[in-house]
């Protein structure tokens, strides 16, 4: 399960509605998420900001790490009952450049206490499979060259051609296997001061296996013959990691912008002196990424009442954020439309969504979501912990309208003041309750999980797509 799949259910899928949802049966309460207007300054716009960064580590925090969503005095975060069961996922997908989130500030040209400072966020990329072989270059025994198709893991060496066709670090070795040996050929053809003899792996290319070559990141090429392209030597490697503090050019993908401006951004953020530390804060928000899962298919994850903190730490005028934390909400119509995906550790299945593995499969009780008493008449039916629009906690049960009771699906959803709403076929569609709107238009079923991160940041070279 890597984190384009895992995202599912650690950054998941929130509600449309930064502010929350309203059913307009009850106008006394305010929206629980009151978006905070812009604060003046500097105007959030792609590639004019500074302190480029990227996050770096990523996890699903602990019950006290987060924010006080509901009011409650008590922080909420329900989905630090699958933390444990994340953190392998995440951090093999950080690895393999799965999710990769840059960040980019605005109106904060040097650490100090602000009272408006702006930054968004995007979607990037580091790996490439420019020759379309289906080798990506640097990730671990990944293609030692993405220009030529013909060269990759597995591939056949080919004799007399001077190249490291089988990405082993070697040019035209002899009796390529277990006890192969280095190629006897002494010529040095692109005048790099080394043969494939001396241990050069590519003797058309200068910039590959001469005598003083380090690795170029992002070039393509394996120019310390160590049998990657742009990746150096290591777990993690000593160069080309946009993790560590040299920043690494991360191109920023295209899903990241609608209409030319940032999806995700925060322009009403500040910076205090908290306890000795200068402390960023924001939100709330909306946080969505949108993921290219396979080919044709998109998943927009988004959490509502997105807020953010974070110590900011200065080294030497670069900036990076460290100790930070991500809280919001997943909302239960968002999560009813992530569907197509495989987790087996949830129980989510490509016929059913999100919403169906919290509250019809074994997500529900790994969270501790409530389950309504014996005496409701929806016993045993679980709700959210977050009353997004405050008119009650919603429910969402599995009926099994289909006569079978395998399936596990949501098909029953009620709202806060007790309407039920079933799912319906309409014209061999199927309608899903979550699907359910007001008078006004307005989706009634927006309360949802909540939801904390940890995240830490490193400095990064962000690169237009």
């Known amino acids: 399960m890597n984190l384009r799949s895992l995202a599912c259910c650690a950054i998941a899928a929130l509600p449309l509605l930064a502010c929350g949802g309203d059913d307009g049966d009850d106008t006394t309460l305010p929206p629980l998420f009151e978006p905070k207007p812009e604060c003046e300054g500097m105007a959030v716009t792609q590639f004019t900001g500074m302190h480029t960064q990227l996050i770096s580590k990523l996890s699903i925090g602990t019950a006290m790490d987060g924010f006080d969503l509901d009011g409650d005095g008590r922080p909420d ?49 580091y790996k490439t499979d420019l020759d379309e072989d289906g080798d990506d270059s640097a990730v671990a025994d990944g293609d030692c060259n993405d220009h030529d198709p013909l060269v990759s893991k597995g591939a056949t060496e080919i004799a ?16 390529d296997g277990p006890e192969q040996t280095a190629s006897l050929d002494t010529m040095d053809r692109d005048n790099d001061g080394k043969s494939p003899a001396t241990g ?28 990657v392209a742009d990746r150096n030597a290591g777990e993690p ?3 080309c990691y946009p993790y560590d503090a040299t920043p690494d050019r991360i191109r920023i993908d295209p899903l990241s912008f609608e209409a030319g401006k940032p999806i995700i951004k925060f322009d009403s953020g500040e910076v205090k002196m908290v306890d000795g530390k200068l402390q960023l804060t924001a939100g709330p928000s909306l946080f969505a990424v949108t993921l290219p899962i396979s080919d044709g298919i998109n998943l927009t994850l ?25 809280g919001g909400v997943i909302d239960a119509r968002t999560a009813d439309t992530i569907r197509g995906l495989t987790v087996d550790q949830i129980g ?48 969402f049960c599995d009926e099994n309208t289909d006569g079978d009771p395998v399936t596990k699906v949501v098909d029953l959803c009620v709202d806060g003041d007790g309407t039920e709403y079933r799912d319906e076929v309409v014209g061999g569609v199927t309608k899903h309750c979550t699907e359910s709107v ?7 079923f927006v309360d949802g999980i909540s939801v904390e991160l940890n995240f830490e940041t490193a400095p990064a070279t962000l690169v237009a797509p």
């Open 77 to 125: 975060n329900k989905l630090q009952g699958v933390g444990a069961l994340a953190r392998g996922a995440i951090n093999d997908s950080f690895q393999s450049y799965e999710l990769l989130i840059p960040v980019e500030m605005f109106d904060f040209a040097t650490a100090g206490v602000d009272s408006c400072v702006k930054f968004a966020l995007y979607l990037g990329d």
């Open 160 to 175: 007399g051609n001077f190249k490291d066709d089988d990405c082993d670090g070697r040019a035209d070795e002899v009796n």
């Open 200 to 227: 050069d792996c590519d003797d058309t290319e200068a910039l590959v296996g001469g005598m003083d070559a380090v690795e170029i990141c992002g070039d393509g090429l394996d120019n310390d013959c160590d049998g």
């Open 237 to 239: 490697p000593t160069q």
């Open 302 to 326: 988004k959490i509502t009442g997105t807020q953010i903190e974070a110590d900011v730490i200065d080294t030497g005028g670069v900036i990076t954020l460290k100790n930070g934390r991500l």
């Open 348 to 395: 989510l299945t490509p016929e059913n969504s999100l919403l169906d593995a919290i509250f019809a499969n074994v997500l529900g009780p790994l969270l501790a979501l409530p389950a309504r008493p014996s005496t409701d008449p929806h016993a045993g039916c679980r709700t959210p912990d977050i009353d997004v629009d405050r008119d009650g906690l919603e429910v």
């Open 438 to 444: 007001d008078a006004n238009g307005k989706p009634r």
